[in-house]
């Protein structure tokens, strides 16, 4: 009688848990983008392109996929435990720094190849707990509920849409020709750096959403549940790295020193700055160099299929590199077909990247790609150029120009809304 384990069968052709086309309130309007490069007819048959590419992938997703991602958490959760066990020897300085440095490639692993995917759903059809996308927690400050929510559904669904997305600059810099420029944007390149350094708080603070809050467009109820997540998972996470492991050294006092304690406290610092270093690089170096196009909501509402992997090709970058930087960075360095097909295993992208270059070079299109260092120095210079104070009156946020253009466009979109509920009564 055989004891050898069944394989389990996967069928991910149902799969799906990708973005939709923006859908605007007039729907007699057609959206214009991409219409500069193809016309509706072959904006359709792009869409249907890729839509045979996506179903292809999907249908041969299995067994080889599901061993992927639980070898990746198997390395990752080896490479923590190693590192812990590492940073506990402050005694001696070379397994004390290979500790850091594994526990900062397992808090890289977890965040980019696991966390970040998986949270994307891309392996909800294993039905394995240990991916599921819905109850999925990472190794981050953020709170993974409100991190889907902005990112995946926010900025997946409104990408580079000016108004919508709100990762275009974070709130916080100045990326793009069509922002309002402000004082505090003259510190573009030293507030970036500081983001770098802090990230995973970033992007905490980010998924507050404190501007929707405080512009009308988020409930008190909500805003409160949004504080209440973050403070939980912040307080968690600090307890974690900085008062339960630092505890554990107090048992090296007596053989060490005092600083024993002190010593793995800064390794854990030392750990999350090397991955929120690393994720900030690969997460700017495929938003925001200097050929990523942004676009207006109104040029997008009752886009097509095919516009919308348009928006998402054209709104994107590439980083060259080998497999194991690729790894690293959770396949975001194929940050076009993540944005193409958020909801695919990401270890799939390096194929799927084949056929989207030979498609754009057929269609005339950009596709953007470059070395890690090109990108990085794109992006830098889009900072930097974006931080001086524009000419025109209309692109400073504070000027009166300014002011009397936001408060127009406020009124008219207050009037459309009076219009249609007095249409529907």
Sequence with gaps: MSTKRPTTTYDASQHNAAPAPLVGEDTSKRSTIGL??????????FGEELDAIRQRTLDSLG???????????????????????????????????????????????????????????QYDWMNDPLVDGKRYEWDNVAPAQDWKHGHNFIHHTYTNI?????????????????????????????????????????????????????????????????????????RRQVVKDYVAYPLLALALVPFVGWWAPLAVLGANFAANLIRNIWTFLIIFCGHFPAEVQTFAEEDAENENRGQWYLRQLLGSANISGTLPFHVMSGNLSHQIEHHLFPDIPARRYPEIAKEIREICERHGLQYNSGRL????????????????????????GKSPESKALRRQKREAAKAAAEERESATA
């Excluded at 467009?217 to 949004?226: D, H, L």
Aim: aromatic share 10%.
């Design 36 to 45: 500069e490069y193809m016309s509706a007819e072959e904006l359709d048959s």
């Design 63 to 121: 067994q080889a996929d599901a061993n992927y991602i639980r070898r990746i958490i198997k390395i990752q959760r080896a490479c923590e435990v190693l590192g812990r066990i590492g940073v506990l020897t402050p005694f001696f300085l070379p397994t004390f720094i290979a500790g850091i440095v594994l526990l900062g490639l397992s808090k890289i692993l977890e965040n980019m190849e696991i966390g970040h995917n998986v949270m994307h759903g």
């Design 373 to 396: 260092s090109r990108q990085l120095a794109s992006v830098a210079r889009q900072l930097a150029a974006f931080s001086v104070k524009p000419d025109d009156p209309y692109k400073q």
């Design 162 to 234: 000016h108004g919508k997305d709100r990762d275009i600059g974070y709130g916080l810099l100045r990326i793009d020709d069509d922002q309002p420029w402000y004082p505090n944007h003259r510190f573009n390149l030293p507030l970036a750096f500081v983001l770098m350094l802090f990230f995973e708080w970033g992007v905490m603070y980010h998924g507050l959403e404190l501007d929707e809050y405080l512009g009308g467009k988020m409930s008190k109820k909500e805003f409160a549940g949004r504080k209440s997540r973050a403070a939980r998972k912040a």
